[in-house]
């Protein structure tokens, strides 16, 4: 299988997830954001950064991007694509993911380790994870409160489609931990087909002890495990 | 040619950070009476007069200046 790193105009986390991905022994290549053509890829990341500089609101310049058409293309036909921080931002102004992320209650640009419980075990993400675990992934980002109207919301939840929500070190969904303001402390969605994911942490940055924490390793094994 | 300004606001169910710190401001410089102060986005747009201009501007706001799932939108077109 063959994993795919989007590079916008100011993204700044590619090369970290063209690592995570290729230390784990998988074809990895980048793709220009100019590209109007993805395929042969299996998974496409959106990787971190400032595209066009947060412009506007974060993700609302990237989404016209040549190729973001092919990208909603590639997930109509199944094609798993998931976003990492400005990825995720990206992917809700798309419209390829439910709701929206707004400046960080705190209005301060927050970087540091945070809690998050797996509420999703079966998906194309987190299949390898069991429901419950908590794992120690960075947040880095200024607008990473997922906001949801109610309807919306309720069907996410109703549909499993949480991944993630901030919570303590022993899995606890507090008011506490949750760092910018999310409703349900929500970390990290689904859509509705299962085959794309958004996610404010970066498991980029966790995959190797040496460097603090390898808890990130475990959501791209998990897409691996579903895809090899 | 015409003018066009469009004002972009925060939907009134999201809470609005910016806006509650100047509320705290106000309130510390001796401001009374003060209820609530939300903050938006103020965008002048010069532009060609048409007969769909206000369809443009319109679709403007929908494809870019606002995102529909935590903003609201408006705006004026002064014809000069």
Redesign the interface.
Known sequence: MKFGVVIFPGSNCDQDAYYAVKTLGKDVDYIWHASTDVSGFDCIILPGGFSYGDYLRTGAVAKFSPVMNAIKDFAAKGGRVIGICNGFQILCESGLLPGALISNTGLRFICKHVNLRVENDTSDFTNLCKKGDVLSIPIAHHGGNYYADDDTLKSLEDNGQVLFRYCDDKGNVTDEANPNGSRNNIAGILNAAGNVAGMMPHPERAMEKILTDDDGKIIFESIINRLS | MAKVNVYIT?KP???D??GK?MQGALDNLGFEGIENVRIG?FIEIEMAESADIEASVEDMCKK??A?P??ENYRFEIIKK
């Open positions: 925060l169910a999201l809470l950070a910016q710190v986005k870019l200046f995102n799932n935590t």
